[in-house]
Every structure is written in structure tokens, then in C-alpha cells.
């Protein structure tokens, strides 16, 4: 029972990539998910979450109008698209799963989450 991050990698500044989240051993069906960025020395934020049922989204200031949460009909995958990507979006993306709502989870990353993956790494350099 696992969650598994996929797609970081090397990206140059203004570009795209789209984060993948995926249950292994479980589905995601009654539980909020978020993506949380850890900068290199920073603590881990939150930037993104998404509810249960896929009605209520949370982005953090940083990332609104460039990053799009969403969860696939089968329940078992949640995607992070992030486009106009910037140096500073450099860092580990890590998922979690939570039965709390999606702005509580993305306010709060210290709390105890369900279930966390161990992260992909994301730079945007040039």
C-alpha cells in the first residue's frame, strides 16, 4: 500500500510537466490529495489539494493561474499539470493522502497524512 510520484525531471524555464500520483494497493476514493513542493533548506508547503470528489480544489498564490490538480475517473491516479514553470518551482513534489478536507490538507502539510509518497524531483533551469 503505497503512493508513488512519477514524472519530475529537467525543465527549462517557461516550460511544462505533469506530476502523476498513483495508489498502489488501494484506491483513492474517499481521500483528499495533495501535492506538496520542498524547496532545497525550505520547508515543505502546500500547493495544491483536491477533496475527495474532486469538487474543491486549492492552490497556493504561487502556483494559481499555471498549475491544475485533478484525479482521474478510476480513482486511483491524481495529476499535478504545471506549465509556465519557473526556477524558483525547483524542488521535491510529494503527494499525500488525507481524510480531511483539501484546504486543510494544503494548509496544514505538518499534519499526519494517511499515506505520502517519496517524491520526484523537479528543476527548471535554463
Known amino acids: 500500500v503505497q503512493l508513488v510520484e512519477s514524472g519530475g525531471g529537467l525543465v527549462q524555464p517557461g516550460g511544462s510537466l505533469r506530476l502523476s500520483c498513483t495508489a498502489s494497493?488501494?484506491?483513492?476514493?474517499?481521500?483528499?490529495i495533495g501535492w506538496f513542493h520542498q524547496a532545497p533548506g525550505k520547508e515543505r508547503k502546500g500547493i495544491s489539494c483536491i477533496s475527495y470528489d474532486g469538487r474543491a480544489t486549492e492552490y497556493a498564490d504561487s502556483v494559481k493561474g499555471r498549475f491544475t490538480i485533478s484525479r482521474d475517473a478510476a480513482k486511483t491516479t491524481v495529476y499535478l499539470q504545471m506549465n509556465s514553470l519557473r526556477p524558483e518551482d525547483s524542488g521535491t513534489y510529494s503527494c499525500a493522502a488525507a481524510s480531511r478536507s483539501a484546504q486543510a490538507m494544503c494548509a496544514h502539510p505538518e499534519y499526519v497524512m494517511d499515506y505520502w509518497g517519496e517524491g520526484t524531483l523537479v528543476t527548471v533551469s535554463s
Open positions: 494497493g488501494f484506491t483513492l476514493d474517499w481521500y483528499a
